[in-house]
């Protein structure tokens, strides 16, 4: 797209390419220690299962038949 509205390629593939690389370590930067927490926490419980749980029953919530 940059380089249909006049931009160098080289510039454009640059720009591009470090786009790419903050979009994906930020969030992998900031999900690293969110998920090292919840593997401490469900190594350590006696049932992996039920931590989630909780969670999993406020979020999902199925309609009614009938």
Do not use: S
């Amino acid at each position: 797209m940059f380089a249909l509205y006049g931009v160098d390629l080289p510039e454009a593939t640059a720009a591009v390419l470090i786009y790419r690389l903050f979009q994906l370590v930020l969030p992998a930067l900031l999900g690293a220690p969110a998920f090292v927490a919840l593997r401490r926490k469900l190594t350590h419980a006696d049932k992996p299962g039920l931590v989630c749980a909780p969670l999993g029953l406020e979020v999902v919530k199925l309609p009614a038949r009938g």
